[in-house]
């Protein structure tokens, strides 16, 4: 679809989307039911200078990471009795990569760098098209989002153990379903994320995640998160491998007790369990490691600091599958440094 189209398309739905408001509001004593307009907007800019001398390529590359995003959406929202809000939302991903355009006075570029898409209609990534519930169950509230949506409807700390911070930048949006419960001490959340659907070559796989976190005095909080994805086959390649990861963590904020706007430690054991079923016996393997994540911060200044120790957590990353294709970021989600 060209993307005038696409903004043509996007117009006339936001026009009967007003329309809607005005015909359903006249209707809204009658049904106790309030229907109006709904829209969100998310912007990031985000600049990350990596240098990693020490690593030289062995875990991962020096880059620079310069982009800005903007992921506008539009839609209806229900509200029933200030109890029960349902929202319908319709919209799209803007990436740019600072630096990134066509470039024509280069005779050996690539034929992605000649593609004068780079500066218009490449820059649309994604549709967004999700469902999204709000409710209050008396001391609970409690949400739930299906659908194409975007990444920072999950409120997890999953942290560079789960998914690594550029991948989370990258890979903006979710397509399956969150759930999310809150009280006023604790945070539980699941969420499945489908990554590909069975195809020819395309190996079908999913990522189910959770957490769940409860505070026990306003400095001390228990909790856990975990992962399991699943790769499992293709027409062309018949084989399943299972990637789970279980976290139990406690963690400390001694803020109140000194001058620091943040002066934090978190506790975690990662246990790991990998399962290469379609090998002989290196295919279930159990990494493990102790990890401690402190974050000091006073005047919005601070520093986080990842002490990681223990075994490789991505023990098949360099490996293949059975027409040689490499495991490597389509089976491990987490930073590449803990490919210790």
């Known amino acids: 679809m060209k993307i005038n189209s696409f903004i043509k398309i996007f117009l006339i739905l936001l026009i009967n989307i007003l329309s809607?408001?005005?015909?359903?509001?006249?209707?809204?004593?009658?049904?106790?039911?309030?229907?109006q307009a709904d829209y969100n907007t998310f912007f990031q800019y985000n600049f990350d200078n990596r240098e990693f001398d020490y690593s030289k390529g062995r875990y991962?590359?020096?880059m620079t990471i310069h982009a800005v995003r903007f992921t506008p959406s539009i839609g209806l929202s229900v509200k029933h009795n200030k109890v029960i809000k349902h929202r319908?939302?319709?919209?799209?991903?803007l990436l740019k990569n600072m630096g990134e355009k066509p470039v024509s006075n280069i005779p050996a570029a690539g034929k992605h760098e000649k593609d004068p898409g780079l500066n218009n209609w490449k820059l649309f990534k994604e549709i967004t098209l999700f469902y999204h519930l709000n409710a209050k169950l008396d001391k609970w509230d409690m949400s739930a989002v299906a659908g194409i949506f975007p990444r920072y409807y999950s409120e997890a700390n999953y942290g560079r153990e789960m998914i690594s911070d550029s991948l989370y930048f990258y890979d903006n949006n979710m397509e399956g379903l969150l759930l999310k419960f809150?009280?006023?001490?604790?945070?539980?959340?699941?969420?499945?994320?489908?990554?590909?659907?069975y195809g020819e070559y395309r190996k079908e796989g999913?990522?189910?995640s959770t957490y769940s976190e409860s505070k026990i005095k306003d400095y001390f909080k228990i909790g856990f998160k975990s992962r399991m994805q699943h790769s499992a086959c293709s027409d062309h390649v018949k084989e399943v491998?299972?990637?789970?990861?279980f976290i139990p963590f406690v963690g400390f904020d001694l803020s109140k007790f000194t001058f620091f706007n943040n002066l934090s430690f978190e506790i975690q054991w990662h246990q790991g369990l990998q399962n290469r079923r379609w090998t002989g016996k290196?295919?279930?393997?159990?990494p493990n490691g102790f990890q401690l994540v402190s974050d000091i911060e006073h005047w919005n200044v601070g520093i986080n600091n990842t002490l990681f120790w223990g075994t490789n957590m991505m023990p098949f990353y360099n490996k293949a599958d059975a027409i040689n294709h490499k495991y490597g970021t389509d089976l491990y989600h987490q930073s590449p440094f803990y490919k210790v």
């Not at 809607?20 to 229907?35: H, Y």
């Open 20 to 35: 809607f408001k005005a015909i359903a509001n006249d209707r809204d004593s009658e049904e106790k039911l309030k229907v």
């Open 60 to 62: 991962t590359n020096s």
């Open 88 to 93: 319908v939302l319709v919209g799209i991903d």
């Open 182 to 197: 809150r009280s006023p001490k604790s945070y539980h959340e699941i969420n499945c994320d489908w990554l590909n659907m």
């Open 206 to 208: 999913f990522i189910i």
């Open 241 to 245: 491998i299972d990637n789970l990861l």
């Open 282 to 286: 290196d295919g279930l393997v159990f």
